[in-house]
C-alpha cells in the first residue's frame, strides 16, 4: 500500500528568510505597518509607539502640539513640601527647586534649572543654562533667611574684590563670579561651572592617596591663590578637600571655591569656624587668628592627599586638640596663656621654679567635666608621628630596571614634603610658614632637598605686588604688639588695646597718622608710669609724596624702626627692672633703593606679629641679619638720619 507523502509546507508571502545584513533592509515598497519619516527611512511600529511617539500622535491628529515644557516637572529640592514664602520655600527656608523651572527676573539674565549639584547649610547649587548665552553655569541658592543673606552678601563682596582688583586675568586658582540676583527672597550667586573636588577624587582612588608629584601639583596652586588672599588681608577660613574643585577631569587645574566663611583679618568676628578636621589650634583654644589659619588647613590638605586619609580625624573640639598634641606636642606657653578655650582642655599648675604650666585633660576627666561620654576615636595610622606616617605609606610600582633610581627619588620627595609638612603644621602661629615662605621650599620648587630648609627673611624674594591701595605696606605693625604687665606670678602678656585693664592702669598716648588718604592709622605708645616698663615703639611712616595711589617707585626714603624689649623681672622687691636682651635699635634708610630688603619689610603683616610674644619678636627682628643689611642697603649703617 503506497503511503502518500504530505506536501512540504510554504512560508507565508508576506515572511522572508534572513541569510544576510542585506535582507534586514526594508524593501522599496512600503511593508504593511510601516510608515516613512522626514528622512525618507521606514520605521518599525516599535519606533513609531516609542521615540517617534509625538510624530505618530501627529499623523492621527494635525491639532495635535507637544511642548518639553509641559512634562511633568521633577523636583530637586527635598524636602519639596511648601511651608514659608507664599509656598516657595520648605520648612528649611530652602527655596522648592524644579527642572526646567526659571530663576532670574525680567532683565534678560534668566536662567534654565537643569539639574542639582549639591546641598548644604547654606542652601542649594544647582546646574543652570544662561538662556542669553547658552553658557552652563553653577548657580548657588542660598536659604531665605538674614544670617545666611547678610554672609552670602561678604561672600559676593570678597569674590567681587578678588576678581575684579586682585586676580583679574583668572590666573591665581579663585573662584569666578560671573552674577548674583535676587529670585522670590532668595540672593542667587552664579559661578563658574567646575568639575569634582579633591574629596571625590580621594575617593575614586579608594582611598589610597595620590603621588607626591600631584600632591605638589595641587599644593603649589593652592598657595598661589592662597598668597592672592594674604596680599588682599583675607582669610578663606573654610579650606578643605570639598571647597577645591578641578577644573575638569582632564587636567590637575584646581580653583578655591566657598568663600562664604572668609572674613577680614582686622574683621574676625566669627569664633566657630574652620571644619573640624583642618581646624588650627588658634582657632581651638580661642585667641585671635590671623591668614595662618589657611595654612595650618593646607598642611592638613596636604597630608591627606598623600595618604588618602585624614591626619587629625577629630569626632570631637577634646578630641582634635588630644590628636594634635599627641602628634605635634603642646602648644607655646604664650597661646595657652591667652586662649579662652585653654581650661576646658587643660589644667594648669605651678612648677617648683614657681612658673605656671599646663597639662592635657585625660578623657576621663574631660567626660566628667562636661558630662559627655568622650569616645578615644578611631586610630588611621600606626606610627604616632608625622615623619613615620609618611614613610611608612606604600610605595609606588615602578618598572624593575629603574626601580633602585626611582625609589632613591621618591624618598627624596617624601623627605622634603615631610620638611615642607612641618613648616605649615607649625603649632606656632607666628612661626608658621607664609604662603610667599612655602612657595619657596624645594618641594615646591622642584630643587633636590639635602637639609631641613630654614625660612630667614633674606630667604623672601622681593614681589611686584604692593598694598591694594598702591602705598607699599611698611612696618607700622609694632604699634599692636603685646605688652609686658608685671604680675604677682611673674610677668605675663596682654593686649596693646585701651579696653584692656592693663591698659586702663597705664596713660596712653594717641596719635593719628595719615599713612594714605582713606585709611588712618591709630598710634599707640604706652607712656612709662612709676616703676613699670613698657616696651615703646617709634617709627617714621612713608613720606607724602608715596601716599598716592600711583605704582611703587623707588625714590629715596627715611624708614626709622625703634624697638625696646624690657621684661620686667618676677620679683617685685627689685629697685630696678633688668632687660632681658639688650637694646634693639634698627636704622633704616632709604629702603626703596633695594627693593628687595623692602619685601623683607613687606613680609610680616599686622597679624602676625600681633600674637607673638615678645621672645618671638626679638627673633624677628634679629632674623635680618646684618651681612644681608649691608648687602642691600649700605647706608643702613650710618647713623642717626
Known amino acids: 500500500m503506497a503511503v502518500e507523502v504530505p506536501p512540504p509546507k510554504r512560508r507565508a508571502s508576506g515572511l522572508r528568510r534572513v541569510r544576510d545584513a542585506r535582507d534586514l533592509r526594508p524593501r522599496v515598497e512600503q511593508p504593511a505597518g510601516r510608515r516613512m519619516d522626514a528622512n525618507g527611512v521606514y520605521l518599525s511600529p516599535i519606533r513609531q509607539l516609542t521615540t517617534n511617539i509625538v510624530e505618530t500622535y501627529r499623523i492621527c491628529n494635525p491639532q495635535f502640539r507637544y511642548e518639553s515644557t509641559h512634562n511633568p516637572r521633577r523636583v530637586l529640592t527635598k524636602p519639596s513640601k511648601p511651608m514659608h514664602n507664599d509656598g516657595y520655600d520648605n520648612e528649611d527656608y530652602d527655596y522648592i527647586l524644579y527642572v526646567n523651572d526659571w ?3 525680567d532683565d534678560g539674565r534668566k536662567y534654565l534649572i537643569l539639574d542639582i549639584l549639591g546641598q548644604g547649610t547654606f542652601g542649594q547649587v544647582v546646574k543652570c543654562q544662561n538662556m542669553q548665552t ?62 569634582s573636588n579633591l574629596y571625590e577624587l ?7 592617596g595620590l603621588s607626591t608629584q600631584l600632591v605638589k601639583v595641587f599644593t603649589a596652586q593652592l598657595l598661589d591663590a592662597l598668597t592672592v588672599l594674604k596680599e588682599a588681608r583675607l582669610i578663606h577660613c ?12 582632564q587636567s ?25 578636621f583642618y581646624r588650627s589650634p588658634e582657632v581651638l583654644l580661642g585667641i585671635p587668628y590671623t591668614a595662618a589659619i589657611d595654612m595650618w588647613s593646607l598642611g592638613c590638605i596636604a597630608v591627606e592627599l598623600f595618604l588618602g586619609l585624614p591626619l587629625f580625624p577629630g ?49 576621663e576627666q574631660y567626660s566628667r567635666e562636661h558630662n559627655t561620654q568622650e569616645q578615644p576615636g578611631k586610630q588611621y595610622f600606626k606610627a604616632n608621628t608625622l615623619h613615620d606616617i609618611i614613610n611608612q605609606a606604600p610605595m609606588p610600582t615602578f618598572k624593575s630596571s ?38 619657596l621650599h624645594p618641594f615646591i620648587t622642584g630643587e633636590k632637598w639635602t637639609k631641613p630648609w630654614t625660612v630667614g627673611f633674606s630667604r623672601i624674594k622681593p614681589h611686584r605686588r604692593t598694598d591694594l591701595r598702591g602705598s607699599p605696606v611698611v612696618i607700622c605693625t609694632l604699634f599692636h604688639l603685646r605688652a609686658v604687665v608685671p604680675t604677682r606670678s611673674g610677668h605675663t602678656a596682654a593686649w596693646c588695646r585701651p579696653n584692656r585693664r592693663a591698659h586702663e592702669r597705664t596713660r596712653m598716648r594717641r596719635r593719628t597718622i595719615n599713612i594714605w588718604p582713606s585709611i588712618r592709622h591709630t598710634q599707640r605708645r604706652p607712656k612709662p608710669h612709676r616703676k613699670q616698663r613698657r616696651m615703646c615703639t617709634g617709627i617714621h611712616i612713608l613720606p607724602r609724596r608715596l601716599r598716592s595711589r600711583a605704582p611703587l617707585q623707588p625714590p629715596r626714603i ?34 626703596l633703593r633695594d627693593r628687595s630688603l623692602l619685601s623683607i619689610l613687606m613680609s610680616r603683616s599686622t597679624e602676625d606679629l600681633v600674637a607673638g610674644s615678645l621672645h618671638n619678636l626679638r627673633l624677628l627682628l634679629l632674623r635680618l641679619p646684618t651681612h644681608t643689611i649691608l648687602a642691600h642697603a649700605p647706608a643702613l649703617t650710618q647713623s642717626t638720619p
Request: glycine share 4%.
Open 202 to 208: 580621594i575617593k575614586q582612588n579608594q582611598f589610597q
Open 252 to 276: 590637575p587645574q584646581i580653583k578655591v571655591i566657598d568663600f562664604g566663611s572668609a572674613c577680614h583679618e582686622r574683621q574676625t568676628v566669627y569664633t566657630y569656624i574652620q571644619s573640624r
Open 558 to 591: 627715611r624708614t626709622v624702626v625703634r624697638a625696646r624689649l624690657v621684661a620686667r623681672p618676677s620679683d617685685r622687691s627689685s629697685q630696678r627692672p633688668r632687660p632681658n636682651h639688650p637694646h634693639i635699635v634698627i636704622w633704616l634708610r632709604r629702603v
Open 134 to 195: 547658552h553658557e552652563v553655569v553653577a548657580v548657588k541658592v542660598v536659604k531665605n533667611k538674614p544670617a545666611y543673606f547678610n554672609q552670602s552678601m561678604m561672600e559676593v563682596t570678597i569674590l567681587e574684590l578678588l576678581n575684579n582688583q586682585c586676580d583679574p586675568k583668572d590666573e591665581h586658582h579663585i573662584l569666578r563670579l560671573h552674577d548674583s540676583f535676587i529670585h522670590k527672597n532668595h540672593l542667587c550667586l552664579v559661578f563658574e561651572l567646575l568639575s
Open 103 to 105: 530663576l532670574g527676573g
Open 315 to 363: 569626632t570631637s573640639e577634646y578630641n582634635q586638640i588630644t590628636r594634635i598634641v599627641d602628634m605635634l606636642g603642646q602648644p607655646p606657653q604664650y597661646m595657652l596663656d591667652m586662649g579662652k578655650q585653654t581650661s576646658q582642655f587643660f589644667d594648669s599648675f605651678v612648677d617648683g621654679y614657681g612658673q605656671k604650666k599646663y597639662k592635657l585633660k585625660s578623657i
Open 402 to 439: 629603574r626601580q633602585a633610581h626611582e625609589v632613591d627619588k621618591e624618598m627624596n620627595n617624601r623627605a622634603s614634603f615631610i620638611d615642607f609638612c612641618k613648616g605649615l603644621l607649625n603649632m606656632n602661629p607666628i612661626e608658621r610658614w607664609s604662603p610667599q615662605q612655602a612657595r
Open 238 to 249: 573654610d579650606l578643605k578637600p570639598e571647597n577645591i574643585l578641578l577644573k575638569s577631569l
